[in-house]
């Protein structure tokens, strides 16, 4: 592609060269250097890549896009453009690049401190239900069309971004749906990109600190900014930080929740608990009436559903599609049931600090186990205030603990456990629990002592890499080892 093609709706200056350069591809990282590539030089938190220009250009590279003035004394030969914003610039030039392919499908992007990943899972669902074919973007990675990949950020740079995009697009895709991080906007990851529909689920301190959002104000902001950018924004009207982030907003608004003057209101909702389901039911009033069964625990699992059931709504889709989407719908590693017994039920979690387990245990709490019991541990090499929270919230919640490892990197597992255990001290006393080093037999000890009723909360690793007892990383699937367990014992 001619660099006055990639160069399209980007304001620039050309400061030496020519715009027919034909350039192959787009790389930020100058290791990737090489001939025919165009490199973006971008001013970022730790260091500023403008100081590899110069061994880019010795390696052959056609052109440079500069964000401020450099010497270009040693590179003659090659095109050099200047923009204002280098991460702006490489967003289009990518999305120009890629053929723009998030303008040839319905943008969905949802925004917020918790239940992004919740909403987007429950609103690809509704979206599948209704036979629309969807791309997915987010915390637990990319997935369309049976695929799936990693992602090192919830919002990956643009030009992942654009490329996933045509990877959408090319397989068939409809639909692109994303989480839209604070910082995925503030680094310009999706600059150039307009939604169809904005998601808002709530707000709240997260973030803030070096090289992330000075205050909670600029974060609330640039969360905000979602909805200068999109059609139809679909927000939480309960939260008490809605009326600041949608200031300036360009968007036609839909809203969800409890109050009365919700598009899509909530007016009572009951707990459902059986061998099989752990969810919610309740009763949707506003713009329309019905009644949503939902196949995840808890209060927050009401706001989730109603989001995505007002984006199907902007959407037309029909009734039956967001019933059963919202039914069926599971988030790995989120809340998900594992169904090996009718004597008790067993979840897995992705829980590992304080603040998310004691959200957990308060949710699980609501359906009156016999028992609630949880296995857990904490990372190593990490701050030891994580292992004495989550001890504290697990001795004053749980009925019964059972303490295992979770990662403990290059700490020994029993000085991780020694540290939850003071945790535990300073939150009962008289806490109930053992301590099963080996986290598969801490499975094992759990579906092995499980009682009549009880609730069990496998909390913190979930699918993450296991290191076996040969010391060979191999893959822990917990569900999958759950399964293989209820089903060598004969569980019924």
């Not at 620039?12 to 250097?33: C, P």
């Not at 695929?147 to 654009?162: C, F, I, V």
């Not at 639909?175 to 150039?192: I, K, P």
């Amino acid at each position: 592609m001619k660099l006055e093609q990639l160069m399209e709706g980007v304001p620039f200056t050309l400061v030496q060269g020519s715009l027919d350069t034909e350039i192959a591809d787009i790389i930020y990282d100058s290791r990737k250097a090489a001939p025919g590539l165009l490199f973006v030089c971008i001013v970022g938190t730790q260091r500023d890549s403008h100081t590899f220009a110069a061994d880019c250009a010795a390696k052959g590279v056609s052109a440079l896009v500069i964000q401020h003035d450099i010497d270009l004394s040693a590179m003659p030969g090659v095109t050099v453009v200047k923009v204002e914003s280098s991460r702006y610039a490489m967003a289009l030039m990518s999305a120009n690049l890629f053929g723009n392919p998030a303008r040839q499908m319905t943008m969905i992007g949802v925004t917020g401190t918790k239940g992004k990943t919740t909403t987007t899972h429950m609103i690809k669902s509704v979206l599948e239900a209704a036979g629309r074919k969807v791309g997915m973007i987010g915390t637990n990675g990319i997935y369309y069309m049976g695929r799936h990949k990693d992602t090192a950020n919830t919002t990956p740079e643009s030009y992942e971004l654009q490329k996933t995009f045509r990877e959408f697009l090319d397989a068939g895709c409809d639909t692109a749906l994303m989480e839209v991080s604070s910082q995925g906007l503030m680094m310009d990851r999706v600059a150039g990109v307009h939604y169809d529909v904005g998601v808002f689920t709530n707000l709240s301190p997260d973030h803030i600190g070096p090289g992330e959002h000075k205050t909670f104000e600029e974060y609330r902001s640039w969360k905000g900014q979602l909805f200068k950018r999109c059609d139809v924004g679909v927000v939480n009207i309960d939260d008490e930080n809605t009326a600041a982030l949608l200031e300036g907003h360009t968007c036609k608004l839909v809203t969800y929740g409890r109050d009365e003057k919700a598009d899509y209101r909530e007016t009572g909702y009951k707990l459902l608990r059986t061998h099989d389901f752990l969810g919610v039911a309740f009763h949707v009033t506003g713009k329309d009436e019905m009644d949503v069964k939902v196949n995840m625990p808890g209060e927050f699992s009401v706001y989730n559903a109603l989001a995505a059931l007002a984006v199907g709504k902007v959407l037309g889709l029909p009734d039956a599609a967001i019933h059963d989407g919202l039914g069926k719908c599971v988030v790995k590693g989120r809340v998900e049931l594992v169904p090996i017994s009718k004597k008790f039920t067993i979840l897995l979690d992705y829980a590992h600090n304080e603040v998310s387990t004691e959200s957990l245990l308060t949710t699980l709490r609501a359906y009156k186990p016999h028992r609630l019991v949880v296995v857990f541990g904490c990372g190593g090499n990490r701050s030891k205030l994580r292992r004495y929270g989550m001890g504290e919230i697990c001795a004053k919640m749980a009925d019964f603990s059972i303490l295992t490892e979770d990662n403990n990197r290059f700490e020994k597992v029993e000085d991780i456990l020694a540290d939850i255990r003071e945790g535990m001290n300073k939150g009962n006393p008289d806490a109930k629990f053992v301590e099963i080093p080996d986290r598969l037999d801490a499975l094992h000890y759990a579906v092995d002592h499980a009682q009549e009723g009880d609730l069990i909360a496998v909390i913190g690793k979930g699918h993450e890499t296991y290191r076996d007892r040969e010391g060979v990383k191999t893959p822990f699937l917990e569900r999958e080892l759950l399964e293989e367990y209820a089903q060598q014992i004969g569980l019924e």
